[in-house]
Nanobody
Framework: QVQLVESGGGLVQAGGSLRLSCAASGRTFSNLHMAWFRQAPGKEREFVVGVSRSGGSTNLADSVKGRFTISRDNTKNTVYLQMNGLKPEDTANYYC?????????????????WGKGTLVTVSS
């Protein structure tokens, strides 16, 4: 089992920045592909960004390219989501997720473990 705990959410004005963290425990972190998903009120959950087990490869949704960056520190068992240039449409609950498979599709149904989420609210 893997436990994922997100932190760093909050209220920010449009154009501002936030950094989310996700601390993992319970399994060798470097064997996990890590991702962030989000779900806005009344909308389906969507993939935001993912990072490979080594940190050498990332995948970003088009809506956040150029604004969001994912990174991981395998010595601290933590993955980070740096969000810059935030927009009101980025308002959502942000969830950390992990895939233990050798290859990942970054699909939500491929993720084996989920955190409980952290709320990000961007005011206009």
């Amino acid at each position: 089992q893997v436990q994922l705990v997100e932190s760093g959410g909050g209220l920010v004005q449009a154009g501002g920045s936030l950094r989310l963290s996700c601390a993992a425990s319970g399994r060798t972190f470097s064997n996990l592909h890590m991702a962030w998903f989000r779900q806005a009120p009344g909308k389906e959950r969507e993939f935001v960004v993912g990072v490979s087990r080594s940190g050498g490869s990332t995948n970003l949704a088009d809506s956040v390219k150029g604004r969001f960056t994912i990174s991981r520190d395998n010595t601290k068992n933590t993955v980070y989501l740096q969000m810059n240039g935030l927009k009101p449409e980025d308002t959502a609950n942000y969830y950390c997720a992990a895939d233990s498979a050798y290859y990942t599709t970054w699909r939500g149904d491929a993720m084996d473990y989920w955190g409980k989420g952290t709320l990000v609210t961007v005011s206009s």
